[in-house]
């Protein structure tokens, strides 16, 4: 039996600042050391970080290999690994497994399907549209890292989920929090997103968040159906801020654009952008439930597990088909349809409404800033001319 090969030298949940062009040193070295690398957890203690796209999908499958934080390692403090509560404290799609999950999944995925989705199209754009009218009519350079990618997917949140958009100001600034470096930022922003989902339960009658609260096994309590609706909130708001203004840089840099958007173009810039530059650059923590042999290494039980997500998008030796960038097995992301919409939606609008939008600065000059862990990275500012 072998031992996976430890990373050394480079810490994989370590802060950075880096160029938007330049290649993140840590995937490549994740890939150099093997598919399954032993690295040092940020609670401390070995972790393991699955960077082949076969073995990726074979871990994301393996019901031996779960997402209830109770598997976690004993000695793991809760807010340093960033977990969540466990499955009986407080369950959610993102800490149950089997039955459980695929019963509460099948109440939140009507809400989100391909034919949803496609309904809320006009309106997400409109969203799009006048979120970035109302920055332009400023005519001057506006910073859209501060200014929209925060706001444009709050605001088509709380509207799908019928909560009142007067909300919408004071959460983006707590959401906007979450990339600085101030004490208690992260905990504000969560606060602020707990807010709305309460919010979207006192309104009742309207939106998605209504039609949830019918849907969701009958033994759902009122915190439990909050949850739900701040993960919601916490996963769309979170993942399409940081790929939107990637989405737009990449967009704008190639000058000027005039005449209708092509479905197809669009589409294939949205899924391009996805691959590269994923929301989250690994996985979730997945625990073994048991002794587990993977890439002939054998895990312990509650052994901690990743995977490399972007590494693995961004591989070139890797197979064409499908990314990871939103995961697969029976947790891929529930909101990856509305997501490809919001990016899809707003490369649309610059296009169309604003032909003259361009970067005010070179695009190899645009930064990118992760606050470390499991969270991804951002455009430290997306300085743009809307109007030429």
Not at 162 to 169: E, R, T
Not at 219 to 226: E, P
Request: proline content about 8%; aromatic content about 4%.
């Amino acid at each position: 039996m072998l031992n996976a090969p430890r990373l050394d030298g480079i810490d994989p949940f370590a802060a950075t600042v880096r160029g938007l062009t330049e290649p993140d040193p840590v995937r490549a070295a994740l890939r150099a050391a093997g598919p399954l690398v032993e690295v040092v957890a940020p609670a401390g203690g070995p972790a393991w970080i699955v960077t082949e796209d076969a073995l990726a999908r074979e871990v994301l499958t393996d019901p031996r290999i779960v997402k209830d934080p109770a598997f976690a390692p004993p000695g793991w403090d809760r807010h340093t690994a960033g977990l969540e509560q466990t499955a009986a404290e407080q369950p959610s799609l993102t800490t149950l497994d089997g039955p459980e999950h695929t019963a509460l999944r099948r109440a939140h995925a009507p809400l989100l399907n391909a034919q949803r989705i496609r309904a809320q199209s006009e309106r997400v754009h409109a969203i799009a549209r006048e979120l970035l009218t109302e920055l332009g009519a400023r005519r001057t350079v506006v910073d859209l890292m501060a200014g929209f990618t925060t706001r444009y997917p709050l605001t088509v949140l709380l509207d799908l989920l019928g909560i009142p958009l007067d909300h919408v100001d004071r959460a983006a600034d707590g959401c906007r929090q979450m990339f600085g470096d101030e004490p208690g930022a992260q905990g504000r922003a969560i606060a602020a997103l707990s807010e709305l989902a309460a919010c979207g339960l006192d309104e009742g009658g309207r939106g998605l968040a209504a039609e949830l609260r019918d849907r969701v096994p009958a033994h759902t309590t009122r915190d439990q159906l909050q949850y739900h609706l701040f993960g919601l909130i916490f996963a769309g708001q979170l993942t399409t801020d940081a790929s939107l203004g990637v989405l737009i840089a990449r967009a704008l840099a190639t000058g000027p654009h005039r005449g209708p958007a092509d479905r197809t173009d669009l589409d294939a810039l949205v899924r391009d952008t996805l691959r590269q530059h994923p929301p989250a650059p690994f996985t979730l923590w997945r625990f073994t439930t048991t002794e587990t042999e993977l890439a002939g290494t054998r895990l312990p039980a509650r052994a901690p597990v990743l995977v490399d997500i972007q590494g693995i998008n961004t591989d070139p030796a890797r197979s064409a088909g499908p990314d990871l960038t939103f995961g697969a097995g029976p947790h891929f992301c529930i909101g990856a349809q509305l997501a490809h919409l919001e990016l899809r939606a707003v490369a649309a609008v610059l296009r169309t409404d604003f032909p003259d939008a361009r970067l005010t600065v070179p695009f190899t000059e645009l930064r990118l800033t992760g606050i470390g862990g499991l969270q991804g990275s951002r455009l430290t500012a997306l300085p743009v001319a809307l109007h030429g």
